[in-house]
Structures are given as C-alpha cells and as structure tokens.
C-alpha cells in the first residue's frame, strides 16, 4: 500500500470516526435508541402471554409506540413549558388528562379498524379502554418527571462548572500575586548583595533558580508532592540565611513520615515570606524564625513564630497592615482549596508574632 494510500485511509478512518461520535452525543440519538428499547420490552412482554403472532404483536405495540411518542413530545414541547409553571399546575393536569382524552380514542379507533379480521383483538381494546387512556396518561407523566430531573441535573452541572471556573480564575490571580512578591524580595536582596560585591550573590542566584524551576515547571498543578514543597522552603530558608545578618536564628524541622501526601502548591511560603518581611528587621537583635511541620498520614500541622519590635498586641482576628497581600492571599486559598478542613490561628505579643495552620490533605 502507498504511503498517499494509507494517509488517505486514515483520513477517511479519521472522519468516520469523528461523525460518529458527533452522533453519538446528539439527543435524537438517544432518543431514539431509547424508544427502541422501549418498543423491545412491549413485544417481549406480549409475546410472553402467547395470545397473538408476533407478526400482530409487532403491528400493534408500534402503534401504541407511535402514540406514546406523539403525548410525549406534544407534552415536552408544548405542555411542559407553557403550563407547569407555579400556580399553574391544576391546568397543567388538565391539559395531560385533555391530551390523554384526544389521543387514546384515535389509537383505539386505529387498531380496532386495523385489526377488523381478529374479533378477540376488537374485543380486547373495547374492554380495556380505560387501561388504554392510563398507559397514556402516565407515559405524559413519567415524561415531565424525566424532564424535570434532567433540567435539574443540567442546571446543577452547568452552575457547578460557573463555580469551579471562577474558583480557578480566582486561584490563578491569587497565585500570580504570590510569584512576583516573593521574586520581587528576593531580587532586592540579590541587588544589595551585588553592590556589595558579596561572595554570597552566586549561591542565591542558584537557589534562587531551583526555586524559579519549582515555580514555573512543577506548580502549574492543582496538588504538588508535599516533599517538593518542602524542600522548596528549606531552599527558601537557605536563602535567607545567604541573605540575612549574623545572628538570626532560622530553623525549619519536619516530624513525621512523608510519604506520598499531596498540598496545593505554594501554600505555606507566605508565612514564612511574611515573617521575614515584616517579622525580622535592623532593630531586633537576636532575631529568629522558628518552623516546625508535623507531617501525618492524612494531615499537617505547620507552626511558624517568629521575633517582631516591640509594639502592643493586637487582636488576632484583626489583619495585620504590615501583612501585604501575602497573607490575604493565602487565606482566600485556603478557603477555596481546604473549606471546612483547614483551621488557621495567629496569635501575637510584644515581640512576638505566630501562626499555627493544621491542615486536612
């Protein structure tokens, strides 16, 4: 076979398969296959009873067939919209029974002229009349209920993909905040450094690097590994140390085993960016940055305190000014990705400030 023979045949392999599937999703498809089956299950049960040939079986159920889908769909298109609103529903009923009314004589009148030469037949459709008018009715009915849960699944899919979209939208905004902030310090640092000729400039620029890789390649996703993510901090906090003056204390230990547990990307730097920003600063001597993360199988327990000058304590609820937008941020995350499994308390004193975030992965 040709190479133009081939692509030609895939070509056409290609197209068939995208009409295809173009049918599959379309409702008259379903529709259809549907009433088909509906239309199965009639003749198997009539031919269960023995009473007639199939060939009468399969004449008279695509009668009844036919008129079940005209008080169907007259129901669907006209009836349902126009008359099942609320206050209305007494003339809804009216109008189904009236719809019933018309249409079960016109398929008694058809099968009973249709089947003149089978006398039983004639008989079975004048005694079972108001069976007739029944099977109608409640085809309309079960009609309505079928439309009303498939409106109200629609409805709650589509009102599902709103909110899901604008929680993205807004996680996207919350996150793009977050990358610049921190880049914007750290460059600052780096800059001073640089000035200064100072022999720690190259490692920053380095680790500054594996954490740009981390943000830029590994953090486009909903979850991250939680070892990533640590070791994304230790990075942070080795370059603070490069950064900051002599005698700061800065620590971070991990307890527990981590496995396998996955967070949401860059959930925790705000605190310790913000500590750092706002916590340690010329006047305090002895500064420190103190972090521990107690890692479980299901859940972590991050704890951050960290030195701050003397001023007087405010409440804890109450938004620190100096704060920024990083920990704003990091509370609407929170909110979106952890509702209900997320509790976050700060606690501050004269000279100190504190954070204590356990978190159900």
Same mark, same amino acid.
């Given at each position: ?12 392999? $290609?197209?068939?398969? @995208?009409?295809?599937?173009?049918? +599959? ?7 259809? #296959? ?14 269960? !009873? ?45 109008? &189904? ?27 079975? #459709? ?7 008018? +029944? ?7 079960? $009609? ?24 993205? $939208? ?49 953090? %486009? ?16 906090? @080795? &370059? ?23 967070? !949401? ?8 960016? %913000? ?5 340690? %600063? ?20 991050? @704890? ?35 509702? @209900? ?21």
């Amino acid at each position: 076979m040709s190479v133009a023979t081939r692509e030609s045949s895939g070509s056409y392999l $290609s197209g068939f398969a @995208d009409r295809l599937g173009s049918t +599959l999703v379309r409702r008259p498809f379903y529709h259809g #296959l549907g009433w088909l089956a509906f239309f199965a299950i009639l003749v198997i049960l009539q031919l269960q !009873a023995g009473e007639y040939s199939i060939g009468l079986v399969l004449i008279n159920e695509l009668i009844t067939i036919v008129v079940f889908m005209v008080v169907v769909y007259t129901n669907l298109l006209f009836l349902f919209p126009n008359y099942l609103k609320p206050g209305r529903f007494w003339i809804y009923l009216a109008a &189904l029974v009236g719809l019933s009314v018309i249409f079960t004589p016109m398929e008694l009148v058809i099968k009973y002229f249709l089947f003149s030469y089978r006398e039983k037949v004639q008989i079975d #459709l004048l005694n079972n009349m108001e069976a007739y008018f +029944l099977g109608n009715f409640l085809i309309g009915g079960v $009609s309505s209920m079928g439309k009303i849960m498939t409106d109200w699944i629609a409805e709650n899919r589509k009102k599902q993909e709103v909110e899901n979209e604008t929680m993205q $939208s807004e996680l996207r905004f919350l996150k793009s905040q977050i990358n610049p902030h921190f880049l914007f310090n750290t460059l600052n640092s780096l800059y001073a450094l640089t000035l200064k000729k100072s022999d720690k400039a190259p490692d920053i620029v380095i680790k500054l690097s594996e954490m740009m890789r981390y943000m830029l390649y590994e953090c %486009n996703e909903p979850q991250v590994p939680l070892r990533k993510e640590i070791n994304y901090l230790r990075n942070y906090l @080795d &370059l603070e140390r490069l950064r900051q003056r002599e005698g700061i204390d800065i620590t971070l230990e991990v307890k527990g085993q981590v496995v396998d547990q996955q967070i !949401a990307p860059l959930l925790l730097i705000p605190f310790l960016e %913000n500590s750092f920003k706002h916590g340690i %600063n010329a006047a305090i001597r002895g500064g420190f940055v103190h972090a521990i993360l107690q890692v479980e199988v299901k859940s972590i327990r991050f @704890d951050l305190e960290n030195s701050k000058g003397t001023v007087l304590p405010r409440s804890p609820d109450t938004a620190r000014p100096s704060g920024g937008i990083g920990l704003v941020n990091v509370r609407r995350r929170l909110e979106l990705l952890y509702p @209900d499994r997320h509790q976050l308390d700060i606690t501050e004193t004269p000279s100190t400030y504190a954070i204590h975030l356990t978190l159900q992965l």
